[in-house]
């Protein structure tokens, strides 16, 4: 059994731990792993793929309770974006997808290259591997996703993401109704490639609305051969395809994307474009994976009981003003 199997298996049961934890991730079970395809040949950086998403997935967005409570220890800092919804240029809890420009030299002109980012969606995703209460997870059709109803906000998933793409919004989620000064920071909110969109059939916001067909999605091993070939018939560059031992999100570029991550704006909320390695290859990943499966999915069961009883309480407390 190679890692990849071993690790799927103690997931597996992580999430058998506790009666209910591993109804998520079991939610489209029998389905295809499906990829993206970007040809950045064709991108104009028009935006609409932004707009699309915002209006897609804003019933998902965060409201926040204030004011927010002091953390411990008081290194601990709220990240606020409630007020600044509208920033487009980086990736934010109200903004899963930012669109990069590298403007570059080809051929003794000047050449710009719009690349939309976002989640990766990772074969062997170290966010789901990784987080401690179970809340990141990889549906059987290749979506990553955060349950917002468990996550606590650690930001353990941005920490080990190679290109650091879960953002977090303070004083929302289920650590309220916890330890608020102890118990993480919020939740952590990025890319779920519209679940609820697949789910009905139909393509991502971000896809169905570009006007250029820079997208196209389909099972992973259909789309790395359309990647493969596209890249060989235009001289193209590949990024995605062995990015963290494999991603389902794949780039066709006409200049290399060394030049690119040189280019573009990076920092927070705006990821690089470098070569990664797997970092589930790690032997410490795989260690902590192997052995924090199991308590994941134990954290998960957990974590959805106190969020029923929250409710509850919540409700209680409600109905007692009425």
Request: one cysteine or more; hydrophobic letters at 40%.
């Amino acid at each position: 059994m190679n890692r990849r199997s071993f690790l799927k298996t103690l997931a597996l049961a992580g999430t058998l731990a506790v009666p209910g934890a591993g109804a998520a991730r079991a939610e489209t079970g029998g389905r295809v792993e499906l990829a993206t395809l970007l040809d950045l040949s064709r991108c104009v950086g028009c935006g609409e793929c932004v707009a699309a998403c915002r209006d897609a997935n804003a019933a998902k967005f965060p409201e926040p309770e204030r004011p927010f409570p002091k953390m411990y220890p008081a290194r601990v800092r709220a990240e606020d974006w409630s007020a600044r919804r509208d920033e487009d240029g980086r990736l934010t809890p109200y903004n899963w997808l930012t669109i990069q420009t590298a403007v570059v030299e080809r051929d003794g002109r000047e050449l710009e290259v719009h690349i939309p980012r976002r989640c990766m969606h990772c074969v062997n995703p170290p966010c789901a591997n990784l987080c401690p209460w179970g809340a990141a997870y990889k549906r059987a059709d290749g979506a990553v996703r955060i349950n917002d109803a468990i996550c606590l906000g650690g930001a353990k998933c941005r920490d080990v993401c190679p290109w650091g793409i879960p953002q977090r919004q303070t004083g929302v989620g289920l650590y309220l109704d916890l330890l608020p000064a102890l118990a993480g920071n919020g939740v952590m909110y990025k890319c779920d490639r519209c679940h609820q969109r697949l789910d009905a059939g139909q393509q991502p916001a971000c896809s169905e609305a570009c006007p250029m067909q820079v997208q196209a999605s389909g099972p992973r091993e259909e789309m790395a051969a359309r990647a493969r070939k596209l890249a060989a018939e235009t001289g193209g560059h590949l990024y995605g395809l062995e990015e963290n031992g494999g991603t389902n999100t794949f780039y066709v570029s006409p200049v290399p994307f060394e030049e690119l991550d040189r280019a573009v704006a990076q920092g927070p909320g705006r990821p690089h474009l470098r070569p990664v390695a797997d970092v589930m290859a790690r032997d410490e990943a795989f260690t902590a994976a192997v052995f924090g499966a199991p308590l994941a999915g134990l954290a998960a069961g957990l974590l959805t009981a106190a969020r029923g009883l929250a409710r509850s309480g919540r409700g209680a407390g409600e109905g007692g003003h009425d």
